[in-house]
């Protein structure tokens, strides 16, 4: 029986790579998305708010890792070939864009009526009032929930282990499987997501009580 040593350790900490790699696809992916939903969720066609609004009620009302089963086992249903990455990718994008842009919409519902008002009495249309006028300031409010919720999709990513996503954790599953150290393997992989979470989450605490100082002035 091997016992827990550096090269088990090392090829724990490899896998963190693949942890931030898929962070940054459910990220970007659902930053896209999730601006997509904020702005159909503050539009005035009911239709697109509709449509926003059952798309986050799906994708928040169910557990992230039924998210993953579904995709990543339903696909070869309906005739899709599908890997882990791909699967983890889009469960982790849906799920973030769901979330994102509620975060989002309620910042862009934060900006005063009376910027809007501005705005129309311009005659700017809907695309450059959001693009000019709405958007900059509500990315001021957005900055320190959005790096708050990444950290929760780089936490989230741990679920991918489920469908043989070789990330932090299932990489701390390998090694405890072959070394029969849970302890040892599992306070390492608590470890290297406290490392990498903790700054982030420094970062948000820091950006809202600038943020709280600003709007006290």
């Known amino acids: 029986?091997?016992?827990?040593?550096?090269?088990?350790?090392?090829?724990i900490l490899e896998a963190a790579r693949w942890t931030l790699a898929l962070s940054a696809i459910a990220f970007v992916g659902g930053a896209i998305l999730g601006l997509i939903i904020a702005l159909a969720r503050?539009?005035?066609?009911?239709?697109?708010?509709?449509?926003?609004?059952?798309?986050?009620?799906v994708f928040q009302g169910t557990p992230l890792l039924l998210q993953l089963f579904l995709i990543f086992f339903g696909a070869p249903v309906l005739?899709?070939?599908?890997?882990?990455?791909?699967?983890?990718?889009?469960?982790?994008?849906?799920?973030?864009a769901a979330f994102l842009g509620e975060i989002w919409r309620g910042c862009i519902q934060a900006i005063p009526g009376g910027q809007r008002e501005a705005a129309l009495a311009l005659n700017l249309s809907y695309v450059d009032r959001m693009r000019d006028v709405i958007l900059p300031q509500a990315f001021k409010i957005a900055l320190p929930p959005t790096v708050g919720y990444v950290v929760q999709i780089?936490?989230?990513?741990?679920?991918?282990?489920?469908?043989?996503?070789?990330?932090i954790t299932r990489a701390g599953q390998i090694i405890n499987n072959a070394t029969f150290q849970p302890l040892h393997v599992f306070t390492t992989v608590a470890a290297i997501y406290f490392v990498i979470c903790w700054p982030l989450s420094l970062?948000?605490?820091?950006?809202?009580?600038?943020?709280?100082?600003?709007l006290a002035r």
């Open 1 to 11: 029986m091997r016992t827990f040593g550096y090269s088990e350790f090392l090829f």
């Open 42 to 57: 503050t539009s005035d066609s009911r239709a697109a708010q509709w449509l926003a609004t059952g798309f986050i009620q």
């Open 79 to 96: 005739g899709f070939d599908i890997n882990p990455w791909i699967a983890a990718g889009i469960a982790l994008i849906l799920n973030s």
């Open 154 to 167: 780089i936490k989230g990513t741990s679920l991918a282990a489920i469908i043989g996503f070789t990330e």
């Open 203 to 214: 970062l948000a605490a820091r950006m809202e009580r600038r943020r709280a100082r600003a």
